[in-house]
C-alpha cells in the first residue's frame, strides 16, 4: 500500500467497506489491493487475465465509461481512476459466496451489503492490526473485553451468530466498541444490549452499585443497580435491566417510534467494592438507528453517555462562590462578616455539609505575665449543631499543643503552623462530633473529611483573623478542583476582612500619633514657662530635649535653636543665623512643593497670633535603618513643625518659640500602609474579576 499514490488511499478505504470483490490494478495489470470479498473468491491467476484481457479487448461493451467483462456467471466492470489504476469490481454474479441467510427476525434489520474489512497479503496489504470489521475477520490487537464480545457465543441470542450479522449490526457494534465514551447498543424487537468497554466502570466488576435518580422530583424512580457486567451482554435490556428499565420505557419507546431522546445531568451514584459513593452527572441520549429501509422501526437505539460530572459540580460551585459574595458585600465591621459568610455557604449542601467558624480576640483577663494571650471565639455555625459537635464557646490559644484535645488541638495547630490541615475520620483525626451535618446536607452520609484554615488579612503583615473549618462532601473527591473552591471561599472573606479592618488600623495609627503630639504640645508648654525666667534654664532644658527646639523673634530672626534643631536640618548655626522668613532664604533647604506653605505658616503666626502646627519636606533625603530587616530605608524627609507666639504684656509678639521633630519614619510608615491598602483594594477587584474568569471557563468540554 505504500507504493500507491495518497490520492487512492481513501479509496481503499471505500473498497475495504464494499460487499463486492475489488481489488485495485497498476497500469501493468498487478494487483495492489484486494478487499476481503476479493480474497473470498479465490479467483484464480487465469480467470483473472482472462477478465482483464476481456476489458482490453476492443470490442468489449462499454458501460458509462466502463470495460465490461463476463467470466463464470460473474459481470465485471474495470474503471479509470487516475495515471493508469483502475478498479476492478464484480456487479453480479458474486452472490453465491455470500453468508448464509439469517433468520427472518435478523432479515428486517438487514441491510444489502455488508460491512467488508480486508485482510490483505504483500506488501500493499492491510494488515490485520489495521483491519477495522473484527466482526468478520480475526483482528490483532483487540482489548479483553473487545475479544470477549467476539468471543461471545451469540448463537444462544436472537442476534444469531456474528457472521450471520447484518451491515447495519456489525457497524453499530464495531463503531461503539471503538468508542471511548460509554455507549450502549439495544438491537431488534428484542432489545439485545451489547455495550463498549467504557460502561464495564458503571456496571461494575464485583460489588458495585448505581443509584440512578431518573427523575428529580419523583423519589420513586431511585433504583439501586446491582453489578451487570458482564451477564448482562447478549441479553433482553427488559430483562437485564429490569430494575431501572420500567421508569425509563417511556424514552425507549420514544426512541423505538424514530424521535431522538435526550436526557442531561442525571444524578448516577456510583459504589465500587471497598470504596465510598462517589456522585457522578451524566448526559443520556437515546439515537434510533435507521432500519434497512428507512421507514420501517429503528433497527436499533444508540444510548450515548457523556460524563458531566466536571461541569456539574463547577456550576454548582461557582454559584455558591457568588452567594458567599453577595452574603459578605455589605458587611462594614468583623461581627457582621463572620454571620454573613456562614449564611452565604449555608446553599452548598453539597460541598460544604457544615461549616463552623472562630474569631480571635485579645484576652480581657490576661495577666501581666501573660499579657498578648488570644482566645477563640465562636461566631457561628451552618450544617451542624454547635452542642451536637460539642464545639466549645471559647478557648484559649496560649496553651500548649499537647493540652488540647479535639478540635482545640486541630486549631492550635492552624494558629501556630498558619497552615491549612486536614482532619480524616479514617485515622481518628476527625472528632466524632464533625462527622455528621445537619438532615438534608451531604446525603445525609457520614462527613469523612474536613479542612480547618486560617483567615489572614490581605497584607504584607499577616494577621490572623479567624479560624474556619469545612466539613467535605462525602460522594466527591478532594482533588485540585475542589481545593481551589475551597481557597476561593476561604480567600473572599478574607480580603473583606482586610478591607474592612484597614480602615481602622488607619484611625488607630493617627490616634496614637496624635496622642504623641498632644503629650509633647503639653511638655512643651510646661518646659517653656519654666524656662521663662531663665534663658540658661531654658537652654539646658533645651539642648537635653529630644526635639528640635527654637526660637525666633518676630522678624525671624534666630534668638536660639538646640543642637538636635541643626541636626534634624543638617545645618551649622552660623549658617542657620542667616535665614530670615523669605523665599530665597530657604529656596536651597524646603522642598519646592512646600515652601509656599511653610512661609506662609510663619505669617499666619504674625498676623494672626495663633499656633500653628504644619508638616513640609526637605530636599535633603531620609535615610534609616530597618531595625527588624538591617535594610536600609530611604525617602523624603518630612518636619513637623509646632509654632506658637509668645505675646507680651502690650499685646505683640515677643518671640515665636516651638519644636521641630523629623517624622520622616511616621511618613514611611504611612506610605507603606497607603500602599497595602491599595494592594488590597486591587486584590479584591483582580479576585472579582477572576471570578468572573472562573464562571466563563470552569465548565468541562462534554462534545
Not at 494487483?31 to 480474497?39: L, M, T
Given at each position: ?29 498487478e ?9 473470498g ?36 466492470k474495470?474503471?479509470?481512476v487516475?495515471n493508469?489504476?483502475t ?15 439469517a ?17 490483505i ?20 490487537g ?7 464480545v ?7 441470542t ?6 450471520t450479522?447484518?451491515l447495519?449490526?456489525?457497524?453499530a457494534?464495531?463503531y ?9 447498543l ?28 431518573i ?16 451477564s448482562?451482554l ?9 430494575d ?5 420505557r417511556?424514552y ?19 459504589q465500587r467494592?471497598g ?8 448526559d ?11 421507514n ?18 463547577g ?20 461581627k457582621?462578616?463572620?454571620?454573613a ?6 446553599p ?6 457544615y ?26 455555625t ?14 484559649g ?13 486541630a486549631?492550635?495547630?492552624v494558629?501556630?503552623?498558619?497552615e491549612p490541615?486536614?482532619l480524616?475520620?479514617a ?22 473529611t474536613?479542612i ?6 490581605a ?9 474556619l ?33 484597614l ?5 488607630r495609627a ?15 508648654r510646661?518646659?517653656t ?18 526635639q ?17 534643631y ?25 522642598h519646592d512643593?512646600d515652601?509656599?506653605?511653610?512661609l ?24 534609616s ?13 518630612w ?17 515665636v ?5 523629623d517624622?520622616?519614619h511616621r ?23 477572576f ?13
Open positions: 500500500m505504500d507504493d500507491l499514490p495518497a490520492e487512492l488511499r481513501g479509496l481503499i478505504t471505500h473498497l475495504a467497506q464494499d460487499d463486492r470483490p475489488s481489488a485495485i490494478l497498476s497500469d501493468a495489470d494487483v495492489a489491493y484486494r478487499n476481503a470479498s476479493f480474497e473468491l479465490a479467483i484464480s491467476k487465469h480467470r483473472l487475465d482472462v477478465v482483464l484481457s476481456q476489458c482490453r479487448a476492443p470490442n468489449r461493451p462499454v458501460e458509462r465509461g466502463c470495460a465490461i467483462a463476463e467470466e463464470d456467471g460473474r459481470t465485471w474495470r474503471v479509470h487516475l493508469g489504476w478498479t476492478l469490481v464484480c456487479v453480479r454474479g458474486h452472490g453465491d459466496h455470500t453468508p448464509p441467510a433468520t427472518s427476525a435478523q432479515s428486517e434489520v438487514r441491510s444489502e451489503t455488508k460491512l467488508g474489512t480486508p485482510e497479503d504483500g506488501s500493499h496489504t492491510l494488515t490485520k492490526s489495521q483491519c477495522l470489521d473484527w466482526t468478520k475477520t480475526d483482528v490483532l483487540l482489548s479483553p473485553w473487545t475479544r470477549y467476539r468471543d461471545f457465543d451469540w448463537s444462544t436472537p442476534l444469531g451468530p456474528m457472521r450479522w447484518s447495519h449490526l456489525r457497524s457494534v464495531v461503539i466498541m471503538n468508542n471511548p465514551q460509554p455507549r450502549l439495544l438491537w431488534g424487537v428484542d432489545e439485545i444490549f451489547v455495550y463498549n468497554e467504557s460502561c464495564i466502570g458503571l456496571f461494575g466488576e464485583h460489588k458495585a452499585m448505581l443509584v440512578l435518580n427523575s428529580r422530583t419523583d423519589s420513586t424512580a431511585r433504583r439501586d443497580v446491582g453489578p451487570k457486567h458482564p448482562c447478549g441479553q433482553p435490556a427488559p430483562q437485564a435491566w429490569a431501572i428499565y420500567e421508569p425509563m417511556p425507549f419507546e420514544q426512541a423505538w417510534q424514530g424521535t431522538p431522546v435526550t436526557l442531561t445531568e442525571l444524578p448516577v451514584m456510583m467494592e470504596a465510598a459513593i462517589e456522585e457522578k452527572f451524566f443520556l441520549s437515546l439515537l434510533p438507528i435507521v432500519g434497512q429501509h428507512g420501517d422501526r429503528p433497527a436499533g437505539v444508540l444510548d450515548e453517555l457523556v460524563d458531566v460530572t466536571q461541569t456539574v459540580r456550576r454548582r460551585r461557582r454559584d455558591s462562590v457568588r452567594y458567599v459574595g453577595q452574603a459578605i458585600g455589605s458587611a462594614t465591621t468583623l457582621q462578616l463572620w454571620p459568610f456562614l449564611t452565604g455557604l449555608e452548598a449542601v453539597v460541598d460544604a455539609p461549616a463552623v467558624f472562630y474569631s480571635i480576640h485579645d484576652d480581657d483577663s490576661a495577666t501581666h505575665a501573660r499579657p498578648f494571650e488570644k482566645n477563640c471565639v465562636l461566631e457561628g451552618v450544617g451542624i449543631d454547635a452542642s451536637y459537635a460539642a464545639l466549645p464557646e471559647q478557648f490559644l496560649g496553651m500548649q499543643l499537647e493540652a488540647g484535645s479535639g478540635i482545640i488541638k486549631c492550635l495547630r494558629w501556630q503552623n498558619l490541615i486536614t480524616h475520620s485515622d481518628g483525626s476527625l472528632p466524632i462530633g464533625l462527622r455528621r451535618a445537619s438532615l438534608g446536607r451531604a446525603f445525609d452520609d457520614e462527613v469523612r474536613a480547618i484554615m486560617p483567615i489572614m488579612t497584607v504584607a503583615d499577616e494577621e490572623i483573623l479567624g479560624i473549618i469545612i466539613g467535605l462532601s462525602p460522594r466527591s473527591p478532594y482533588d485540585e478542583e475542589y481545593k481551589l473552591w475551597t481557597h476561593i471561599v476561604s480567600d473572599l472573606v478574607r480580603k473583606r476582612a482586610t478591607l474592612i479592618i480602615p481602622e488600623v488607619q484611625r493617627q490616634r496614637i500619633a496624635n496622642e504623641l503630639n498632644n503629650s509633647l504640645v503639653h511638655q512643651l510646661i518646659t514657662l519654666q524656662a521663662e525666667q531663665s534663658e540658661g534654664k531654658f537652654r539646658r532644658m533645651a539642648e537635653s530635649a529630644p528640635g527646639m527654637y526660637m525666633f523673634d518676630s522678624e525671624g530672626r534666630t534668638l536660639h535653636v538646640n543642637d538636635k541643626l541636626e534634624i536640618l543638617g545645618e551649622s548655626r552660623e549658617r542657620h543665623a542667616t535665614r530670615g522668613p523669605h523665599h530665597d532664604d530657604w529656596r536651597d533647604q524646603v512643593e515652601l509656599d506653605r511653610f506662609q505658616s510663619w505669617h499666619t503666626i504674625i498676623q494672626k497670633k495663633v499656633p500653628v502646627t504644619f508638616e513640609y519636606r526637605l530636599k535633603k533625603p531620609w535615610k535603618i530597618d531595625d527588624a530587616t538591617g535594610q536600609e530605608l530611604e525617602g523624603e524627609t518636619l513637623l513643625a509646632n509654632a506658637f507666639p509668645d505675646i507680651g504684656t502690650d499685646g505683640e509678639i515677643v518671640a518659640m516651638g519644636w521641630l521633630t517624622v520622616s511618613r514611611m510608615a504611612e506610605q507603606v500602609l497607603a500602599q497595602r491598602l491599595n494592594d488590597a483594594l486591587e486584590n479584591k477587584r483582580q479576585s472579582e474579576n471570578i468572573g474568569d472562573y464562571e466563563t471557563g470552569f465548565a468541562v468540554d462534554t462534545s
